[in-house]
């Protein structure tokens, strides 16, 4: 069933984005390059890890705002588990090389080069070679004692528990039962040697203030985002598109689906939604109808074997 949408979506954002609104998104834009300049400050050796999603697009903004009108102060990091969806990889390479950015691509080659994909290992074991393992490999290898995430509280319950400056051990892995206290903004960004730090700017923005924000700043986003008619399965109740290199299961039939994704991830772990939004308008005032989960549609989300928590404990981003 496709997601009904108002109207007139333009007049909908219109009225959304109010003085009061605009106020509050220039309030969180404010906090977030004082959160990217103190890590910037305090870190000898920073990266900011790159999704290509409308989260890391609107990190990105911030980090041109914070430095500018120099060039921000470290390099792009993007894990390329070699499942991500083309038009990411597209899009990646394309808007890192229009910026300027230092872009640092970082793959488990071994791993990738054996096979690993979530339908035989599942998504805990897949994840944990291809994403988890691929980026302490990488920050080790970088010698990067601070990284930008681009994870909101409002996202899922285990990045709800995340401080702005989030501590990692010596093995890269997280204790959500032992973290620094954060009082009146003030972040502790004390390490011993091997510790490091997950900093995230975006932790008190919500899916609507990320929209808004790139309506209001004309931000550049992975097309994938807005609505068109697209080929798909319908796996296990979950819309995943297809490619010529997608490995069908049986009894599976290629179908057409005007959809589009509301969150970016790996193919076979990332479903689209129904949808006809073509433009940020629409999306936005789709997304006020909304009272479902943002990540419905990530698998690795729903796999209990596998849960978020567990996977962060472990380095996960």
């Known amino acids: 069933m496709s997601t009904l949408l108002p109207t007139d979506a333009a007049s909908s954002v219109a009225e959304l984005l109010t003085p009061r609104k605009m106020d509050h998104l220039r309030a969180l834009e404010a906090e977030s390059i004082f959160i990217l300049r103190e890590a910037v400050a305090e870190f000898a050796r920073p990266v900011m890890l790159y999704s290509i999603g409308k989260d890391s697009s609107v990190m990105l903004r911030l980090a041109q705002k914070a430095f500018y009108p120099g060039k921000f102060p470290f390099p792009l990091l993007h894990i390329d588990t070699s499942y991500k969806f083309p038009e990411m990889i597209s899009f990646r390479d394309n808007y890192a090389k229009e910026i300027g950015a230092d872009l640092i691509v970082h793959r488990n080659e071994k791993a990738i080069a054996d096979g690993a994909n979530p339908l035989d290992l599942g998504t805990q074991n897949c994840c944990g070679l291809l994403k988890t393992r691929s980026l302490l490999d990488a920050l080790e290898e970088g010698g990067y004692d601070a990284a930008f995430g681009g994870a909101r509280r409002d996202e899922e ?104 994704m509301r969150s970016l991830g790996c193919m076979p772990c990332t479903g689209a939604i129904r949808s006809e939004a073509d433009t940020i308008e629409k999306i936005i005032a789709e997304l006020i109808s909304f009272r479902r989960s943002e990540r419905e549609n990530r698998a690795i989300d729903h796999d209990e074997e596998g849960s978020m928590e567990t996977k962060k404990r472990e380095g996960y981003f």
Not at 157 to 167: D, L, N, P
Not at 191 to 213: A, C, H, M, Q
Request: hydrophobic share 35%; with cysteine.
């Open 157 to 260: 319950k285990s990045r709800a528990k995340e401080r702005v400056y989030s501590f990692r051990d010596g093995n890269g892995q997280w204790d959500p039962k032992n973290q620094r206290p954060e009082l009146w903004q003030t972040y502790n960004s004390r390490l011993k040697k091997g510790e490091s730090i997950r900093v995230f700017p975006l932790s008190n923005w919500t899916e609507l203030d990320i929209w808004l924000y790139l309506y209001a700043e004309q931000i550049p986003i992975v097309p994938l985002y807005f609505a068109r008619e697209r080929e798909a399965v319908i796996r296990s109740g979950q819309i995943t598109l297809t490619y010529p290199n997608t490995r069908l299961l049986p009894g599976e039939k290629i179908e057409p689906v005007m959809c589009r």
